[in-house]
């Protein structure tokens, strides 16, 4: 899916990928994007990675596929002061994914707090769109579904506006 995305995006935009992890770029995609790796075995751990790429880098706008990766992102973001915008993409819906023990509603008020900091989140269909609005009282407006199907940046585009850009920055 993420590959997709950039592989929809044109030469317009200068697209790069943090990975907290220590996956490599497949080697069909090691052309279409700059790839750097934090080489950690848990997301957290590329905490400090991510913070002193985002702070030299200097992103308008990030995307993210994780949960996790999207709180990280909304807190150097705060740290920083920095004005990138954020963009999840929901892999779970949450009525799948929570139980009622101490962890799950811990994590329930954190990714509460992550989804509305967020300036859109991308749901993978319409039943996901309204799980995740009721779940974390996301404003409908910043909920969108799109599939995991995508041919063309058209469905993101038309999602966060033609203004906007997902996972880039303008040219140079």
Do not use: W
Request: aromatic content about 8%.
């Amino acid at each position: 899916m993420l590959f997709n995305i950039i592989r929809s995006m044109d030469e317009r935009h200068e697209i790069r990928l943090f990975i907290t992890s220590d996956a490599k770029v497949p080697e069909a995609y090691k052309n279409d994007v700059v790839s750097v790796n934090a080489d950690k075995r848990h997301a957290m751990s590329a905490f400090v990675s991510l913070l002193r790429y985002i702070k030299s880098y200097r992103p308008e706008h990030v995307f993210t596929t994780s949960s996790n990766i999207g709180y990280m992102l909304i807190l150097i973001k705060r740290l920083l002061r920095a004005d990138y915008k954020v963009y999840i993409r929901c892999a779970v819906t949450p009525s799948e994914i929570y139980h009622d023990d101490l962890k799950s509603t811990i994590l329930a008020k954190v990714n509460r707090l992550t989804y509305n900091g967020a300036e859109l989140v991308i749901a993978q269909t319409e039943f996901m769109r309204r799980d995740l609005i009721r779940a974390y009282n996301i404003k409908p407006e910043k909920v969108k579904a799109i599939r995991n199907i995508v041919d063309t940046a058209s469905d993101i585009l038309s999602a966060i506006g033609n203004d906007h850009q997902v996972a880039c920055k303008p040219p140079k």
